[in-house]
């Protein structure tokens, strides 16, 4: 395996750098807002251009394109358009936008500005989840700051155009980080996600008005992208797969912590062995999810049979997945929000399944049967499983319960509950199968409790 | 139901941050929360009158959201992780040690009203799992004996105390 590349840091160009603070002054040295400043001279159908030739796709989990997005929003319909920032941050393994917003928030609160003058949006909101009381006190600090510089507020560096930005702050419900969802909390309501169509935000959103919905790091990349020209941008990554990415790599590494690459031009390989340091000592890689909890399983060792386009096929090594958006689906699971997971030779599927099925009946809003239902059966099989009460049918059952979830939902949660189950019993169907025989075994020495 | 005088001003300028009242529901709810532990029947109704909603609209959102307390909880709460990552790394542990060293499970109160452990969902800080919220402060990477080292600061009267609300700005 070829050492991995360097780091391309562009979101996390100063993040952990010693010295760099996240106060307005520290921000401006390093020539913050000086993108803001040249871009309020242009028009504004020329930067949601810029956006648009870059290639952006959401950092967030769909991955779908920023530009595509945008363009979707109905600028006819007389109504003000609102954009919010998606700072929920809430599926299983994934923290980068924690380090933006503790950080560098400037650098977000300039990429908001920036994608509120594109869109003439007047008024913007950042849903941050409720867990993050310092992060949302860094926020309105960091928006207090602009405003008194003139980069936020009224007639914004002269150039006749006004936006407010507010913190709103999410109170611990995952299902927040669904924008449906996200729209009716920032309401005052419970967060059930709406049904679409008709309500597609970039017609029917907030208060019913046209919205736009990004990521947090995806309206840092924007604050890049004007910068450096949307043709630029698209340089960088893979073609469809542009830009940089932010894995957070968490679980049984040596080295755990974000790492920013150029989209697809790492492999997953390079990352958990030379970037992450391998297995801790005397383990073995057993199995990773690649894109936050949702995301379907792999399995060390591996292989996929992908199509290339002119119709042949190709082997592709499990550890030689490069990490983009669509060889990742290409291989049945997605890179999602780039919140990677890795298990070692110590963790039994069946505990870790458990695990992450107690998470999503904990979180599914109850709205539709399916996922209400279908989310706490999944727990209470691998919860009874690990409990010590396994029997011959239950790989059966689960895979029964999980099949008659994904579609029968307004949201996709429905997909991101059901595919753990489904993909820890395609992957690793013999622990299932024979777990009522082995559990009567205690759970070997250092390894860790899951449920 | 006491208001500080800072809550009732902060309450005040939060609702002129939406076009539509009702959008203030949340920040209300922490803003109390903040001021006086916990979010009781008077306290719907109140939010209820000040948003011109009926309490039904504020009494399904306190239910909803998992950080929105019916009862007094702990002057300390101490929020351990249990997801995935955390628990990779020994997250059950640390919570374990919390309640030995406490004597309580969870959600729970100590007998001096000093105390809540709670076993809570992602806390999106998993690159150090596992992770710990005191209040508003996070502890990242806490090893049981880390854990201990807490709760020792706690019962000597130094870990965090619930934080004072921020100025009005």
């Known amino acids: 395996m070829p050492d991995a590349p360097q780091q391309r840091r562009i979101i996390f160009q100063h993040i952990g750098e010693p010295g760099y603070t996240p106060d307005i002054d520290c921000y401006l040295r390093h020539g913050g807002y000086e993108i803001l400043r040249r871009a309020v001279t242009r028009p504004p159908a020329e930067l949601r251009d810029e956006v648009k030739q870059s290639g952006l796709r ?71 989840r409720g867990e993050m009381p310092e992060g949302a006190r860094i926020l309105e600090r960091a928006i207090a700051e602009a405003r008194a510089k003139n980069f936020a507020g009224p007639n914004i560096l002269g150039a006749g155009y006004s936006c ?4 709103h702050r999410g109170a611990g419900a995952y299902i927040c980080g669904e924008e449906t969802g996200l729209i009716e909390s920032l309401e005052g309501k419970r967060a059930n996600p709406r049904i679409k169509p008709p309500y597609f935000p970039a017609v029917l959103g907030l208060y019913q008005c046209p919205t736009i919905v990004n990521n947090v790091e995806t309206l840092c990349h924007v604050k890049h992208i004007i910068g450096m020209g949307g043709a630029a941008y698209a340089k960088i990554g893979t073609p469809n797969n542009t830009g940089t990415r932010v894995f957070g790599v968490s679980g049984h590494v040596r080295r755990p912590g974000a790492y920013e690459y150029e989209c697809g031009k790492i492999t997953l390989g390079q990352l958990l062995h030379d970037v992450c340091g391998g297995p801790l000592p005397g383990r073995k890689f057993k199995a990773v999810i690649p894109g936050g909890s949702s995301a379907k399983v792999l399995r060390f060792g591996e292989t996929f049979t992908l199509k290339n386009k002119d119709g042949s096929t190709r082997e592709l090594a499990m550890e030689d997945i490069p990490l983009d958006f669509d060889t990742l689906a290409a291989c049945g699971t997605m890179g999602g929000s780039g919140g990677i997971i890795v298990m070692d030779d ?8 458990a695990n992450i099925n107690a998470f999503y009946a904990h979180e599914s809003c109850g709205q539709c049967t399916p996922c209400r239902e279908g989310s ?41 509950c059901a595919w753990p189950t489904q993909s820890f019993l395609e992957k690793f169907g013999e622990e299932f199968a024979s777990y009522h025989e082995t559990k009567t075994t205690p759970r070997p020495a250092g390894a860790p409790q899951l449920v | 139901m006491n208001l500080k005088p800072a809550t009732l001003q902060r309450i005040d300028e939060v609702i002129t941050h939406y076009p539509v009242k009702r959008s203030a529901t949340l920040p209300l709810l922490h803003l109390i929360q903040e001021d006086i532990g916990h979010i009781p029947d008077e306290a719907i109704e109140w939010v209820a009158d000040k948003l011109e909603l009926q309490s039904i609209n504020v009494y399904e959102v306190v239910t909803f959201y998992p950080m929105f307390k019916r009862k ?19 997250g059950y542990k640390v919570c374990n040690t919390f309640k030995e060293e406490f004597g309580v499970e969870l959600d729970e109160v100590t007998p001096d009203g000093e105390v809540t452990i709670e076993f809570v969902e992602c806390l999106a800080s998993c690159g150090t799992a596992p992770v710990v919220m005191i209040n508003d402060d996070l ?31």
């Open chain 1, 346 to 353: 110590s963790v039994s599927m069946v505990e870790a399944l």
């Open chain 1, 376 to 416: 706490l059966w999944m727990k209470r099989i691998t919860t009874r499983m690990v409990r010590g009460a396994a029997r011959p049918e239950d790989a059966a059952l689960l895979k029964s319960v999980a099949g008659q979830i994904p579609g029968r939902t307004i949201c996709a949660m429905g997909e991101g």
């Open chain 2, 72 to 90: 007094p909880v702990g002057r300390r709460h101490i929020k351990v992780c249990r997801t995935l990552s955390c628990a990779l790394m020994g």
């Open chain 1, 164 to 167: 407010e930005i507010h913190v």
């Open chain 1, 58 to 128: 959401g950092r967030g989990g769909a991955g779908f394109p920023a530009g595509v997005k945008w363009g979707l929003v109905d600028r006819k319909s007389g109504k003000p358009i609102y954009l919010i920032v998606n700072a929920d941050e809430s599926e299983p393994g994934t923290f980068k936008d924690r380090c933006i917003i503790h950080q560098d928030p400037h650098q977000l609160i300039e990429g908001v500005m920036l994608s509120c003058f594109a869109n003439d949006v007047k008024q913007a909101y950042i849903y941050i």
């Open chain 2, 139 to 169: 502890h990242e990477n806490v090893t049981p004996e880390k854990a201990r080292a807490l709760a020792a600061q706690i019962k000597a009267g130094t870990a965090s105390r619930p934080a004072p609300p921020p100025a009005a700005s």
